[in-house]
């Protein structure tokens, strides 16, 4: 028993020690490289099923998916490169070229921001119990969002009560969850949700100016599950490629 859990903390410790500084352990050619890999797999995953929304002339797609992938793997500044051109140049080929210069913006700071907390909380020696804590914080915020938003919206098709029900619920599931996540999946989820806060913020404010508050507030639901999809599939993918990556 000794044994084996000494086995799994020199497990951890070496996925913590881990450096994805691409400054220092990679190329610039390499780095050129990855970064124009990524750029062009975040357009193809954003064209690839791209749903319109009519009412603000958005669409929900999985370009979320490699913004956070391009972020865990190589860092903020691949990541934010490959979120901000990689998702501008889906918007254009597919004929939202109006939006391309907001989604650069929106898009690259998400990459930007998961990278850069990623990273950070990889060096730290954070306990569990303090991952785990984030996350129940998160989870409840997203809880109280989710019976906002839901009541807002929907309330003539569902009480208010429900959507707080719901909720509550999902932010139940996630914090039951998080008890069985190890240390660096819970890294990964506390670097997501801000990055993809502030790539929902940033569309929000320009549907507000653009088409109204009930523009804005219509599409709000699906970049909250744009982001969710992205973040499930991009955690469950990342330990997988992990060990490839030169300077993992």
Do not use: C
Request: glycine letters at 10%; zero cysteines; a neutral charge.
């Amino acid at each position: 028993m000794e044994v084996s859990q000494q086995s799994n903390v020199e497990h951890t410790n070496a996925l913590q020690n881990r450096s994805v500084n691409t400054g220092k352990k990679m190329p610039l050619t390499l780095q050129i490289a990855l970064g124009s890999i990524m750029t062009a797999l975040t357009t193809v995953s954003t064209m690839i099923l791209a749903i319109p929304i009519p009412l603000t002339e958005g669409m929900f797609n999985f370009g979320e998916l490699m913004v956070f992938i391009s972020a865990i793997l190589f860092g903020p500044i691949i990541g934010g490169f490959a979120g901000g051109v990689g998702s501008a140049m889906a918007d254009v080929f597919l004929n939202y070229a109006y939006y391309a210069p907001y989604t650069f913006i929106a898009k690259g700071l998400e990459g930007l921001i998961v990278g850069l907390i990623y990273q950070f909380l990889k060096k730290q020696q954070f306990s569990d119990k303090l991952i785990k804590m984030i996350i129940a914080i998160f989870s409840v915020i997203t809880s109280l969002l989710i019976g906002y938003i839901g009541s807002s919206l929907f309330s003539h098709l569902l009480s208010t009560t429900f959507w707080y029900i719901i909720g509550a619920g999902i932010g139940s599931i996630i914090i039951i969850l998080s008890l069985f996540l190890n240390k660096m999946i819970g890294a990964k989820i506390i670097a997501i949700i801000p990055g993809g806060l502030v790539m929902i913020a940033t569309y929000f404010t320009v549907q507000y100016f653009t088409y109204g508050i009930a523009g804005a507030l219509f599409e709000l639901p699906f970049n909250f599950l744009q982001v969710i999809a992205g973040m499930i599939i991009a955690i469950s993918l990342t330990p997988f490629i992990e060990p490839f990556i030169p300077g993992n």
